[in-house]
């Protein structure tokens, strides 16, 4: 059973780079056909998709936000991660990671981890 | 981006009662629709995917309908532990999006 769990600062000053790892556990981010994704809720309880990356390291991003993410995957610690760059305010929310086998379901959730972006 | 439009967005309901939420997508989603349970603190669940396909483990009171844009979960008869907030979501193109979430309450 995978199990996700984020990890990063809960604090950013604007303009920074927001930097998040999801740690997995029971298996592995270099399973193939596997989609590791990073997904978003703003206080106001929606969620937003952020994007996500194959095993292969192919990347697919929210079109609203592609100009300032960057995934990875880091097969070798066994995590992946989220850069997002030049935040401001309206980036505050809880940072989810998850994890689909086809790309379609979210199958398996993290916790998730909020981050606050205020000087 | 399709638009996905929940209702109610909350819901006052007692143990035992059936209650159903709606899910509406601005275009055809085909069956590409998935329903997340999730309490504060906790990471989101499964649910239902597919629109009907019940995941493993998760009690035979929850049900998934729909095809096209129209989408319902139903539960059959609430317990103590379905009091939360319910999501749908669209897998049929990217950027997946997600409705605005019911919360459903103890009356």
């Known amino acids: 059973q995978v199990q996700l769990q984020e990890s990063g600062p809960g604090l950013v000053e604007p303009s920074q780079t927001l930097s998040l790892t999801c740690n997995v556990s029971?298996?592995?981010?270099?399973?193939?056909?596997?989609?590791w994704s990073w997904i978003r809720q703003y206080p106001g309880k929606g969620l937003e998709w952020i994007g996500y990356?194959?095993?292969?390291?192919?990347?697919y991003y929210n079109p609203s936000l592609k100009s300032r993410v960057t995934l990875s995957l880091d097969t070798s610690s066994n995590h992946f991660s989220l850069n997002l760059s030049s935040v401001t305010a309206a980036d505050t929310a809880v940072y989810y990671c998850?994890?689909?086998?086809?790309?379609?379901?979210?199958?398996?959730w993290g916790q998730g981890t909020l981050v606050t972006v205020s000087s | 981006d399709i638009q996905m439009t929940q209702s109610p967005s909350s819901l006052s309901a007692s143990i035992g009662d059936r209650v159903t939420i709606t899910c509406r997508a601005s275009?055809?989603?085909?069956?590409?629709l998935n329903w997340y349970q999730h309490k504060p603190g906790q990471a989101p669940k499964l649910l239902v995917y597919?629109?009907?396909s019940l995941q493993s483990g998760v009690p035979s009171r929850f049900s998934g309908s729909g095809s096209g844009t129209d989408f319902t979960l139903t539960i059959s008869c609430l317990q103590p532990e379905d009091f939360a907030t319910y999501y749908c979501?669209?897998?049929?193109?990217?950027?997946?999006?997600f409705g605005q979430g019911t919360n459903l309450e103890i009356k």
């Open positions: 990356i194959y095993y292969s390291g192919s990347t």
């Open positions: 275009q055809s989603i085909s069956s590409y």
């Open positions: 998850a994890t689909s086998p086809d790309g379609y379901i979210y199958f398996t």
């Open positions: 597919v629109a009907s």
């Open positions: 979501q669209q897998s049929y193109t990217t950027p997946h999006t």
């Open positions: 029971g298996g592995s981010v270099s399973s193939r056909g596997y989609y």
